[in-house]
């Protein structure tokens, strides 16, 4: 086996059972990684200078393909269903080892980092990459060492991310020739069969919601910012919602846009990246998610013109999916390291294309943990297949449903004690349709949105007069700065109140039926929910 790159670990790749490597790439810098991915054709340079690469068939994760392995260790602790489907050990090993077999005389690229920006609260991960790009993501999604340190290495988890080895379903037990696959005895997560580079990321997240909450560390599928006053937001939500475009915001420093831990110190980042949704991404309305377009970025399935290299972001050919993943430091006022303190405020953000929410309300802590296990948003047309024309309402509960190993309540449980124990401010922010459904009424301004938001955090929605929605019993302030007083008030917005009062009634059905599922659950937070 031959080394290249820089400053291989001591914990070399035989501890890993990778015996017949051609060449083990590692620790390469951005610049040696796109050299390697072009010269191996695994994507192109824009004008810009972000590498472009496509995914194939798989412009998205694959849920469905997803597995946890079922050992003593995980046996009472993972909340084993549809979500998280088992894998034996056997089916687990026999995989590995035919995944190990198909290594044998290829190169592979790895890189050496750490899952969590607080130094106290890091964890030591590996990536072996069949592709080059595949490195760079990695590289520029997670923590990166001190390239000087990296020979004493020595991963809690390594991850295997082979995307032309398949597994078998007939003996491996795997619904299709794709499988992410976690083995939290092993520390091993293989990844099989598709190319897209969220796998990674996501596989890491599952990791940590399911190894912090033993430490009372609660895991978040959010994005934090924090400003010079020192007070730290979280804005929890699902993909579309604005998570990303809202935390990052000119006149806050931006902590992280995706995934965080709070712990007895504060707030911290999972992650030393961004993977930014960039379909009708501008200038002007997400002017830092724009400028960190550049060399060094990762542009998944985003259309570019074959001759002159310049980038459509307003195109949808390969997928509305469409995602920039590129190093936090390529955000101008990002904190580095990403670690703050607790926070002062929890935004929970839903694109409701029923336009029904508000525009902004307050939650009482008992709401709050409410809206937290229900993780409502809704989808529209095209933002995935298999959606009809109508709105579709999507329930994800703690607004990461697909990344929780254990039970939402146990979540739900830890937020609720921390919200109280720091006094926290929590508000729901419908960044999506007002004065109708989709098709009917408008997306809400951003610039309106942004201005609700920093009102909220500074507090000047403290003490404005405010009145409890019918339905959904949430306080709506009456005023807010910048924002005109009518756009506050969901019902005055449509033309047909009738209707209104029925797709709220709607709505409020949809929220009871899925919150069924959680059984028994604590009288306040049943008494939160909708008349």
């Not at 017949?20 to 796109?34: E, M, P, R, V």
């Not at 990461?400 to 939402?408: A, K, N, S, V, Y």
Request: glycine residues 8%; proline residues 6%.
């Amino acid at each position: 086996m031959e080394n290249a790159g820089i400053h291989p670990s001591r914990h070399d790749l035989t501890r890993h059972g990778l015996q017949h490597i051609q060449t083990a790439f590692w620790n390469l810098g951005a610049a040696q990684l796109i050299e390697k991915a072009i010269q191996r054709r695994e994507g192109m340079l824009a004008s810009e200078g972000a590498f472009v690469v496509r995914t194939g068939q798989f412009t998205g994760r694959s849920p469905k393909d997803k597995y946890i392995v079922r050992e003593p260790g995980t046996e009472s602790t993972v909340n084993w269903g549809s979500v998280n489907q088992p894998m034996t050990e056997a089916q687990f090993d026999g995989l590995f080892e035919r995944m190990l077999q198909f290594w044998e005389g290829q190169d592979v690229f790895v890189q050496d980092c750490y899952a969590g920006a607080n130094p106290s609260e890091t964890m030591p991960i590996r990536v072996i990459a069949q592709r080059a790009w595949h490195a760079l993501f990695a590289r520029q999604l997670f923590v990166r060492p001190d390239p000087m340190k990296t020979e004493d290495h020595v991963p809690e988890f390594t991850l295997f991310f082979a995307p032309t080895f398949y597994a078998n379903p007939e003996k491996d037990g795997t619904r299709s020739q794709t499988a992410i696959i976690i083995n939290f005895a092993k520390r091993i997560v293989l990844i099989a069969g598709t190319e897209y580079a969220g796998e990674m990321k996501k596989s890491v997240f599952t990791i940590l919601n399911h190894l912090l909450t033993f430490k009372d560390i609660m895991p978040m599928h959010c994005s934090a910012n924090v400003g010079d006053d020192g007070r730290v937001a979280l804005f929890f939500g699902l993909s579309g919602t604005g998570k990303t475009t809202l935390s990052a915001d000119a006149s806050r420093k931006l902590i992280g846009d995706d995934e965080h831990g709070w712990s007895e110190h504060g707030t911290f980042n999972f992650e030393g990246g961004c993977y930014a949704k960039c379909i009708h991404l501008s200038k002007e309305k997400e002017p830092q998610i724009w400028n960190a377009i550049r060399f060094g970025t990762v542009l998944e399935n985003v259309a570019m013109d074959p001759e002159f290299r310049t980038l459509d972001f307003s195109s949808d050919e390969f997928t509305e999916n469409t995602r920039a993943a590129y190093q936090i430091e390529f955000i101008d006022n990002a904190v580095i390291p990403g670690v703050g303190g607790h926070p002062t405020h929890v935004l929970f953000l839903t694109a409701d294309a029923f336009g029904v929410l508000p525009p902004i309300s307050r939650l009482t802590q008992e709401q709050a943990m409410y809206h937290f296990l229900s993780g409502y948003t809704a989808k529209v047309a095209g933002t995935e297949r298999g959606l009809g024309k109508e709105p579709s309402a999507t329930f994800s509960a703690c607004f990461g449903e697909p990344f929780l190993p254990r039970h939402p309540q146990i979540y739900a449980k830890m937020l609720g004690e921390k919200l109280a124990k720091h006094n926290v401010t929590c508000y729901l922010v419908n960044t999506g349709w007002v004065g109708g459904p989709y098709g009917v009424g408008e997306r809400m301004s951003l610039k309106y949105t942004r201005a609700m938001v920093n009102a909220a955090i500074a507090g000047q929605l403290d003490k404005v007069p405010a009145e409890p929605h019918l339905v959904f019993r949430v306080m709506v302030p009456k005023s807010c700065p910048g924002v005109p007083a009518e756009i506050l008030d969901a019902r005055s917005q449509w033309k047909d109140k009738a209707a209104y009062d029925k797709a709220a009634e709607n709505l409020s059905a949809l929220f009871k039926k899925n919150f069924e599922k959680f059984g028994k659950v604590a009288e306040p937070i049943m008494e939160a929910a909708p008349a």
